[in-house]
């Protein structure tokens, strides 16, 4: 089955939707995070812990997972789901944004990427057709379409040269995917410019994908050039198709996409902070290793529901974390997690109620006046 989505309620003040994701591996509302699981799972947690999280949908990367332990071995074990045990819906990349980022300029062509392997600096080569054919073996509920990600910033001649190469690999990849259980997304890209975001988008569409993708943001520019961008694609989405932006996470980046039309949202952000001591708060990110709270015998948040705010303190995870155990990592990978799966909880309560706006201003006075104290 193809998943399908269903838009419930526009919330009137934006465009904010509240929806339903129907997929092989269960029903989830929207707007949702998804926590990523790189090399086939989230560090540190297992699928039981993401399930008391509530989590949904989650992601594992093509280029890692064809690189360690290969596609045909998940594939042997029976696809992903089985391989990591997750029996929710599973996302995977491309691999594009891996691979750009080790190769260089000249090794991109019409064919695809030449790079080394950052494992053992081995020639490899990815193609749109290679990137989806490792996703159809490892059967992921959703597949991504293989995209040129262009850095930031580039000139409007060079963006507009890797939109239409991204369409001609769109094309490409769409014609080889086999897989009838799996959807498959399309990226729309563009930069900064507006007229190439809605051309990218207008193009894509045509394609006719089971759901889109906004990429390209969060690569080095500034918060008000990355609205700017969603703005740019999401008014030219179709509204019976979900809306994925790829790679944000931080919550007043999920609250503003959400704002544009946004469904859901994944990044490494919630358990790469947890691993350095630090933690999501309605008052702002904190970091365990401080001094103060040493002797702070209170949970990371009162009305936190996780299984780390209802069993621990902040004095013992700093202690974890200054001894460098592993558990100081998971613990607050699980709040991290939970954080910002219940914030689009509440997300989706305020789209129903006719109060988006209203949430986002209360959140960011709080979140934002409390942060630069800590």
Same mark, same amino acid.
């Given at each position: 089955m193809k998943i399908k989505y269903e838009l419930l309620h526009r919330e009137k003040n934006s465009m904010g939707r509240y929806g339903s994701l129907q997929t092989n591996h269960g029903t989830f509302e929207t707007p949702m995070f998804m926590p990523v699981g790189t090399r086939a799972t989230v560090k540190m947690l297992t699928p039981e812990e993401l399930y008391d999280c509530h989590a949904g949908i989650i992601l594992a990367n093509t280029y890692h997972c064809w690189l360690r332990p290969g596609e045909n071995l998940i594939a042997k074990a029976g696809g992903l789901h089985h391989f990591m045990n997750y029996r929710g819906p599973i996302l995977t990349d491309s691999g594009g944004f891996q691979v750009? =980022?080790?190769?260089?300029?000249?090794d991109i062509s019409e064919e695809g990427v030449k790079f080394k392997s950052h494992i053992d600096g081995s020639n490899l080569f990815l193609t749109p057709e290679k990137s989806i054919e490792i996703q159809n073996k490892l059967d992921s509920d959703i597949a991504m379409s293989f995209d040129e990600c262009p850095p930031y910033p580039v000139t409007h001649e060079y963006m507009k040269k890797s939109v239409e190469?991204?369409?001609?690999w769109a094309k490409r990849g769409k014609a080889v995917h086999q897989n009838e259980n799996q959807s498959l997304f399309g990226i729309v890209q563009g930069g900064e410019f507006e007229?190439?975001?809605?051309? =990218?988008a207008e193009e894509t569409v045509k394609l006719g994908f089971d759901g889109y993708s906004i990429g390209g943001t969060s690569v080095g520019e500034d918060k008000e050039t990355m609205m700017k961008m969603i703005d740019y694609a999401t008014k030219y989405l179709p509204e019976d198709k979900v809306r994925y932006l790829m790679g944000v996470g931080e919550p007043m980046d999920i609250i503003e996409g959400v704002?544009?039309?946004?469904?859901?949202?994944?990044?490494?952000l919630p358990t790469r902070i947890a691993r350095h001591g630090n933690a999501f708060t309605r008052d702002?990110?904190?970091?365990l290793k401080n001094l103060k709270f040493r002797e702070d015998f209170t949970p990371l948040e009162q009305d936190c529901d996780c299984y780390t705010c209802k069993y621990y303190t902040k004095a013992y995870i700093r202690h974890l974390i200054t001894c460098d155990e592993t558990l100081g990592g998971r613990l607050? =990978?699980?709040h991290n997690i939970r954080f910002l799966i219940r914030l689009t909880e509440e997300l989706r309560k305020a789209i129903q109620e006719d109060r988006l706006l209203e949430y986002r201003d209360q959140f960011k006075q709080r979140y934002e006046a409390k942060e630069k104290k800590h």
């Open positions: 750009f =980022s080790l190769a260089k300029p000249k190469r991204t369409l001609r007229d190439l975001r809605k051309w =990218s704002i544009r039309g946004v469904d859901i949202f994944d990044c490494v702002g990110k904190i970091n607050l =990978s699980i």
